[in-house]
């Protein structure tokens, strides 16, 4: 089963986010694969960013994965999919914990 995380952020920059989302799955013994970054320009001249990272355990089974898009408007939104049946409830847990901690101040609430 999938456990998933979706977080909408201002203010930070998604190649930023990238960097700080490996550092934290790292910090649980969780492999980050290297990051995919896609830019997509838009009609009003301005670009999208599109960043995509597969996690694997350490004996490299794929467990995740996460998906950033950072829009011009300054929003940077997340989707974090990691498998209940590969980590365990703590290091999903403490991960999320990590996560409230460090960008809890960019999370827009709704």
Same mark, same amino acid.
């Given at each position: ?21 490996? #550092?934290? $799955?790292?910090?649980? =013994?969780?492999? %980050? +694969? &290297? ?28 467990? #995740?994965? $996460?998906?950033?898009? =950072?829009?011009? %408007? +300054? &929003? ?35």
């Amino acid at each position: 089963m999938t456990v998933q995380i979706k977080k909408t952020y201002r203010g930070i920059n998604p190649e930023m986010l990238c960097d700080e989302i490996r #550092g934290l $799955v790292q910090k649980q =013994g969780i492999v %980050a +694969g &290297e990051a995919r970054l896609q830019t997509y320009p838009l009609p009003s001249g301005a670009t999208q960013s599109r960043v995509t990272m597969v996690f694997k355990t350490e004996d490299q089974k794929e467990c #995740g994965s $996460v998906h950033i898009v =950072g829009s011009p %408007a +300054g &929003e940077t939104k997340i989707m974090l999919d990691l498998d209940e049946n590969l980590l365990s409830k703590e290091k999903i847990s403490a991960l999320q914990e990590d996560l409230d901690f460090i960008l809890g101040s960019y999370e827009v609430k709704w």
